[in-house]
């Protein structure tokens, strides 16, 4: 029913429940399509668009994005101040370990057990095929870094 006064409402509503396409106007009533579960539906008129099919959701997470990092040398040497290295989420089995990539030679680095006798929690060691090796390191603000 178009009430004959105001005629028929052509504004639509804003929200992150209205349908984001063109059809987002009941055509009954003119009045803003709500999404539901999982179709639009007037809640004046009672309409629901039961042709509506919602865009696919990304189903990619944030380990899966193959997400990278970059690290900056916080080391002693001065040489050496302005040297990155890449570092990037992987799932082994049912864990996540951090990918690191040489920044002398840019091949992947393995995980190796630290030499000496102590071995620090903020302190893990890594080390390429041609044996450079690299610690990355957390400092008290929690920036993480390699050295």
């Not at 959701?57 to 080391?75: I, M, Q």
Request: proline share 7%; net charge positive.
């Amino acid at each position: 029913m178009v009430n004959t006064v105001l005629g028929p409402r052509t504004q639509r509503p804003t929200g992150s429940g209205i349908v984001p396409n063109s059809t987002a106007a009941c055509p009954r009533c003119h009045a803003g399509l709500l999404k539901t579960y999982d179709e639009p539906r007037c809640f004046q008129c009672g309409y629901v668009d039961y042709e509506y099919t919602a865009p696919k959701a990304s189903e990619r997470s944030l380990l899966s994005s193959a997400t990278r990092f970059v690290l900056r040398y916080k080391g002693d040497f001065d040489r050496l101040e302005g040297t990155l290295t890449d570092i990037e989420l992987k799932r082994v089995s049912n864990r996540t370990v951090l990918g690191v990539t040489c920044p002398f030679c840019t091949l992947p680095m393995d995980q190796s057990p630290p030499s000496g006798g102590r071995r620090s929690a903020n302190k893990k060691r890594y080390r390429c095929k041609r044996g450079h090796r690299v610690s990355l390191i957390e400092d008290d603000a929690g920036a993480v870094g390699w050295k």
